[in-house]
């Protein structure tokens, strides 16, 4: 018996050796994953790799494009995507309704992650900059939504039209206040708490995080994992 119990142990660790050797930085991952809490900026990296998403339709102020100073409500959805070589994807949906049956625009950006300092908010909370230099979308859901983003022609752009993506990367767009040859940067912060994630929460004035004294100082509604 106890011959046996000697080889099925030695089997058991010849397997898990097998394992961690094959799979070895999946198994790392799927570890630092779990972590509930993650502290240290290598482990804060290692958890947000993959899709995060909105729990629900979530509502935030939002400055007036057209410079009157009004802040008015936006409903929305966010999607993130993060990779291991330290470049991101998110998709931001915007609604006309507080449940989502009602889709008016997304927006597509793709860039390079930028890793800053501890943010004081939290103990385990970055810094984390969003840098638009691989791609910036619209797409159009709806009719009211295209005709607004075609009351401003920009030279370059072709006329929106519902369904159909168009790249704006590079090109000016006076809507969004973007100069040609610009790259959009939002300057962010990031922490992960039970599993969810927290971005900063938007400013009550709704101004944007276009700038390094404009970083957000506490957290928005958290995303949740998706894979």
């Known amino acids: ?17 097998s394992a961690a050797a094959c799979g070895g930085s999946q198994t790392r991952k799927i570890a630092m994953q779990n972590i509930a809490t ?15 998403q909105s729990i629900s339709v979530e509502l935030r102020p939002t400055e007036d494009r057209a410079g009157t100073g009004t802040v008015a409500p936006t409903r929305l959805t966010r999607e993130f995507t993060y990779f291991a070589d330290d470049t991101f994807k998110g998709v931001i949906t915007m609604y006309a309704d507080d449940y989502g049956a009602a889709p008016l625009m997304a927006f597509e950006f793709r860039g390079t992650l930028k890793w800053g300092a501890a943010h004081p908010i939290a103990k385990g909370a970055y810094e984390i900059d969003y840098v638009l230099d691989e791609g910036f979308a619209l797409t159009p859901l709806h009719e009211q939504a295209a005709a607004m983003l075609n009351q401003a022609p920009v030279p370059g752009v072709p006329a ?50 276009d700038k390094p004294e404009r970083r957000p100082h506490q957290l928005q509604i958290p995303l949740e994992r998706v894979n």
Do not use: C
């Open 38 to 52: 993650p502290l240290t900026l290598d482990e804060v990296k290692a958890f947000a790799q993959g899709q995060w």
């Open 160 to 209: 929106f039209a519902v369904g159909q993506k168009q790249d704006i990367l590079g090109k000016a767009f006076p809507l969004f206040s973007i100069a040609e040859g610009q790259i959009v940067t939002d300057y962010d912060l990031i922490y992960f708490k039970n599993g969810l994630l927290f971005m900063g929460a938007k400013h009550v004035d709704g101004t944007p995080f």
């Open 1 to 17: 018996m106890r011959t046996t119990r000697k080889v099925l142990a030695a089997a058991l660790f010849a397997l898990l050796a």
